[in-house]
């Protein structure tokens, strides 16, 4: 339940909110995907990496918002599946980059920047791996129990 309620929070921001997050978790994680083999990458680099990413994924993810926006979906309600199997994709790649940066050259220092989308993408993206798996987003504990019986 706590998850479905934190993933709400930034679902039900503006687009242009979710798009500028999205954006810039998906830069940190390429960008820990890419000098994860590197031990000292240029911080000049880095920060282009990720703004350069971080402006061509937020932008086509924000345009996405819109043109579901213009087509009957109300910003504040609950966003499609597909909105939220984003979340869990972004969020899946940076903990194969927080990984990979770590058993590389890079270590801790490069995989520092995959740790922002897996901590603020975590609830959406448990939420849209949940949807994906056809489950609903309430705690199993919440579900009545075989027989009618309450747990």
Same mark, same amino acid.
Request: glycine residues 10%.
């Given at each position: 339940?706590?998850?479905?309620?934190?993933?709400?929070?930034?679902?039900?921001?503006?687009?242009?909110?979710?798009?500028?997050?999205?954006?810039?978790?998906?830069?940190?994680?390429?960008?820990?995907?890419?000098?994860?083999?590197?031990?000292?990458?240029?911080?000049?680099? *880095?920060?282009?990496?990720? #703004?350069? +990413? &971080? !402006?061509? @994924?937020? /932008?086509?993810?924000? %345009?996405?918002?819109?043109?579901? $926006?213009?087509?009957?979906?109300?910003?504040?309600?609950?966003?499609?599946?597909?909105?939220?199997?984003?979340?869990?994709?972004?969020?899946?790649?940076?903990?194969?980059?927080?990984?990979?940066?770590? *058993?590389?050259?890079?270590? #801790?220092? +490069? &995989? !520092?920047? @995959?740790? /922002?989308?897996?901590? %603020?993408?975590?609830?959406?993206? $448990?939420?849209?791996?949940?949807?994906?798996?056809?489950?609903?987003?309430?705690?199993?504990?919440?579900?009545?129990?075989?027989?009618?019986?309450?747990?």
């Amino acid at each position: 339940m706590i998850w479905a309620l934190l993933a709400a929070y930034l679902t039900k921001r503006p687009a242009w909110v979710q798009a500028v997050v999205v954006g810039l978790c998906t830069g940190f994680f390429v960008a820990a995907g890419t000098y994860a083999n590197q031990r000292d990458p240029l911080i000049s680099s *880095l920060v282009l990496l990720v #703004l350069a +990413v &971080a !402006v061509v @994924a937020g /932008v086509g993810f924000h %345009l996405a918002l819109r043109a579901r $926006l213009r087509h009957g979906w109300a910003a504040g309600s609950v966003p499609p599946t597909w909105v939220n199997l984003v979340y869990a994709a972004v969020w899946l790649l940076s903990l194969i980059a927080a990984v990979r940066a770590l *058993l590389g050259a890079g270590g #801790l220092k +490069v &995989a !520092v920047l @995959a740790i /922002v989308p897996i901590v %603020l993408l975590a609830p959406p993206a $448990l939420v849209g791996i949940r949807a994906l798996l056809g489950r609903s987003t309430a705690h199993d504990g919440d579900a009545p129990r075989a027989g009618g019986q309450p747990g």
